[in-house]
């Protein structure tokens, strides 16, 4: 199976930003609502982010308002624009689908938020 392909995480002080990217097949990226999920440590994963192809979003309340996702479904793309970081922020984000069965999970990218 195609994996999903996770980037752009990174070491950052509070109050920075990221952006990640996610990259997977065609007919995930066309066919499904996406999402971005995190894992930090000792805890379980968790989906802050979703889109549905039609490009409706939605948001945990612990991202809300600091964290925008975005599709490209010509690139094959899914963006999570992370602002207004904080230390909570830190983990393992992973993209799969938000909705049916889930794809095989990919390596994940790590966010560490710390001053």
């Known amino acids: 199976q195609v994996p999903l392909v996770e980037s752009g995480g990174g070491l950052v002080q509070p109050g920075g930003s990221l952006r990640l990217s996610c990259a997977a097949s065609?007919?995930?990226?066309?066919?499904?609502?996406m999402g971005w999920y995190r894992q930090a440590p000792g805890k379980q994963r968790e989906l802050v982010a979703r889109?549905?192809?039609?490009?409706?979003?939605n948001y945990a309340d612990s991202v809300k308002g600091r964290f925008t996702i975005s599709r490209d479904n010509a690139k094959n793309t899914v963006n999570l624009q992370m602002n207004d970081l904080i230390p909570e922020d830190t983990g393992v984000y992973y993209c799969?689908?938000?909705?049916?069965?889930?794809?095989?999970w990919g390596q994940g990218t790590q966010v560490t938020v710390s001053s």
């Open positions: 799969n689908k938000a909705l049916g069965p889930l794809a095989s």
């Open positions: 065609r007919t995930i990226f066309r066919i499904y609502t």
């Open positions: 889109i549905t192809t039609g490009g409706v979003t």
